[in-house]
C-alpha cells in the first residue's frame, strides 16, 4: 500500500441540543452550540488513497461506485485537503456503514468525520483533535461532533478557527443508552443541507437561537451531573423547538408521521410514570429515545409494541474517530 492511504472509523452522533441553521453555509459556521453523545458500535469506515495518475476522484459507499451530489461534496472536501497539504493528486475513497440506511442515523457525521482522519492521515498531515473537529465540520457540521469522544460539544464560536467540537466527558462517565425507534426506512424529502437553509425564514428561529447558551448550560450540567430528569427535560424541549421552526418555515417542513407522535406520547407517559425515558427527533420521522440501562429492556420491549414501530437499535455512548492503524500498516 502506497504511503499516500490512511483508513479510519468514526460513529454517528445524536444531538441533545440541535444544531439547525447555519450563519456561514460555505464554513458551516451554525448558528447556534450544539451537544451530543457519540453512539457506539456503530460506524463508518473510510479508506483514502491518493494515487498519482488518477484523473479524478472516486468514492464507492457500501462497494456501490457513486456520481452526482454525494460524489461532488466529497470532491469539495478533498480539495480542501489538497490545499492545506499542498498535495494535488486525485483520491480513491472508500467508505462503509455498518447501520442501515434512513434508520434515523444521521450517516454524514460519520462519513465526513472518518473522511476528514483518513484523508488528512493518507496526504501526510498532524491534525490535533480541534482541527480535525474544524475541517470534519466544513463537509457536514454535525461531523465536527463525531471526532471528540463520548459526551461531546460544539462551540457555537465566532469564525472557522473557533467553531469546533471538545468532548466535554467521555463514554465512561454515563451508561446512557439510544433506542433508535425506526418508523421508516424512507429517504427524507427535505435533507439536513436544505433544512438549514430554510431555517432562517421561520420566525420562530430567532428565539430558539437566543435560547441556546441557556440550554446548552443546562443539558451540560445534566450531563456532567448523570441527572437524568433534568436531561429529558431540556432534551425534550429543545428537540421540539427545532421542530416548531421546522414546522413554521417558508415552506414548511414536517418529519413526523402519526407513529413519532405516538412514540412521543407513551414516551412521555412512561417517564410521568417513572421509567427514565426521553425523546429527540431529527430531521426526520424516527424517534431516539434516550434512557438508562435500569430502564432499557422494559423500554424496547414497550417501543417495539408500538403500532408502527419497525425496528429498535440500541446503542451506548462511544469513542470519536479514529484511525485504523493495524490497516495503515
Ligand atoms: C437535525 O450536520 O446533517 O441532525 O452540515 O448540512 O451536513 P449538514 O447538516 P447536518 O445537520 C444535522 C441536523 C440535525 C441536528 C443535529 O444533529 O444537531
Known sequence: MSTYSAAAIAPPNIAFIKYWGNRDEVLRLPVNGSLSMNLDGLWARTRVTFVPGLAADTLTLNAQPQRGASLERVRAFLDLVRQMSGLRWAAAV??????????????????????ALAATAAAGLEMDRAALSRLARRGSGSAARSVPDGFVEWEVGQDDRTSYAFSIAPPEHWELLDCVTVISRAHKPVGSSAGHRLAASSPLQAARVDDAP????????????????????????????????????????????PATLRVMEAVRRWRREGLPVCYTIDAGPNVHVLCLPEAQ????RRLAALEGVQQVIVARP????????????
Do not use: K
Open 214 to 257: 441557556q440550554r446548552i448550560a443546562r443539558c451540560r450540567q445534566a450531563i456532567l451531573e448523570r441527572d437524568f430528569a433534568a436531561l429529558a427535560e431540556v432534551v425534550e424541549q429543545d428537540s421540539n423547538l427545532m421542530h416548531a421552526v421546522m414546522m413554521t418555515s417558508s415552506p414548511p417542513l414536517f418529519y413526523w408521521l
Open 94 to 115: 472508500q467508505s462503509e456503514n455498518n447501520f442501515p440506511a434512513g434508520a434515523g442515523i444521521a450517516s454524514s457525521a460519520a462519513a465526513f468525520a472518518a473522511l
Open 318 to 329: 462511544g469513542h470519536g474517530a479514529r484511525l485504523l492503524e493495524e490497516e495503515n500498516a
Open 297 to 300: 429492556e422494559e423500554a424496547q
